[in-house]
């Protein structure tokens, strides 16, 4: 079993900043990927950035040019770059962390709401 635990939520006003990192329990055995989904309320989970062992990364439309994901996938661990906050940004993120045969583990959540 593996663990993936969050950090770096929080209360940012729009147009700031904040940093997401997530770890994970156990290493050695290396991922496919690793990344962010989000889920407001009333909304599905959505993904917001990946990365994947080889470095290729992927982005939501709403976030490009605004959050950076960047991590050490052999190390299990990856970190996202919030910068130019809006409040539709507001969500639960998790961490998610996907292995070569499909198996897929989810961290717990982090809470992230953007207002004034």
């Known amino acids: 079993q593996v663990q993936l635990v969050e950090s770096g939520g929080g209360l940012v006003q729009p147009a700031g900043s904040l940093r997401l990192s997530c770890a994970a329990s156990?290493?050695?055995?290396?991922?496919?990927?690793m990344g962010w989904y989000r889920q407001a309320p009333g909304k599905q989970r959505e993904l917001v950035a990946t990365?994947?062992?080889?470095?290729?990364?992927t982005y939501e439309d709403s976030v490009k040019g605004r959050f950076t994901i960047s991590g050490d996938i052999a190390k299990n661990t990856v970190t996202l770059q919030m910068n130019s906050l809006k409040p539709e940004d507001t969500a639960v993120y998790y961490c998610?962390?996907?292995?070569?045969?499909?198996?897929?583990?989810w961290g717990q959540g982090t809470q992230v709401t953007v207002s004034s």
């Open positions: 156990r290493s050695g055995i290396r991922p496919r990927a």
């Open positions: 990365i994947t062992y080889g470095g290729r990364t």
């Open positions: 998610n962390l996907e292995y070569y045969n499909g198996v897929t583990y």
